[in-house]
T-cell receptor, first 108, second 113 residues
């Protein structure tokens, strides 16, 4: 079946450091969605990225469709970035599945 | 911003009990999804639907029924709840062909004793 692999599984940073999160998908995809889950549980959309690079503040998403992968770069991390980052490939099917996430902890 | 409302926020039941989780979206999205989230497993898809009366099977459907009564409303039913169904449940909606991102509800934390 389809598999979504996220790495690293967990990451601890000192405030101000950068982070690179990876998401790989086992079959073809049209786009990649990235979500942030707050420690309290709520989920927010960060990017819907069909190809290339997108920016939002200190966040950058890069998707390479041919290689079935996407990355999320966080620059100058802050303690408020702590939480879980989830990716979800967009395919021609209508079901949407997720990776297990990267758990990020930013220390002051 | 699309609105997805889940109820209840928290629910405690006993083994064998009946539970219904509700989800309403107010943006006429085509697709609605139910996920469960457990430590070590991420978000796992239970059921989804592309319109009123339609139901599609997800990856972890055992022990769950679902029903899409209207474009707005999607229900998840646990008819004989078991402790293994203790989890955080999320509903999401999406307008395929529109913005194409998923919008999530705030989640329902279910405890089965």
């Amino acid at each position: 079946g389809q598999q979504v692999q996220q790495s690293p599984a967990s990451l601890v940073l000192q405030e101000g450091e950068n982070a690179e999160l990876q998401c790989n998908f086992s079959t073809s995809l049209n786009s990649m969605q990235w979500f942030y889950q707050r420690p309290g549980g709520s989920l927010v959309s960060l990017f819907y990225n069909p190809s290339g690079t997108k920016h939002s503040g200190r966040l950058t998403s890069t998707t390479v469709i041919k290689e079935r992968r996407s990355s999320l770069h966080i620059s100058s991390s802050q303690t408020t970035d702590s939480g879980t980052y989830l990716c979800a490939p967009d395919t021609n099917a209508y079901k949407v599945i997720f990776g297990k996430g990267t758990h990020l902890h930013v220390l002051p | 911003e699309a609105a997805v409302t889940q109820s209840p926020r928290n629910k405690v039941t006993v083994t064998g009990g009946n539970v219904t989780l509700s989800c309403r979206q107010t943006n006429s999205h085509n697709y609605m999804y139910w996920y469960r989230q457990d430590t070590g497993h991420g978000l796992r898809l239970i059921h989804y639907s592309y319109g009123a009366g339609n139901l599609q099977i997800g990856d972890v459907p055992d022990g769950y029924k679902a029903t899409r009564t209207t474009q707005e409303d999607f229900f998840l039913l646990l008819e004989l709840a078991s402790p293994s169904q203790t989890s955080l449940y999320f509903c999401a909606s999406r307008d395929w062909g529109g913005s194409e991102t998923l919008y999530f509800g705030s989640g329902t934390r279910l405890t089965v004793l």
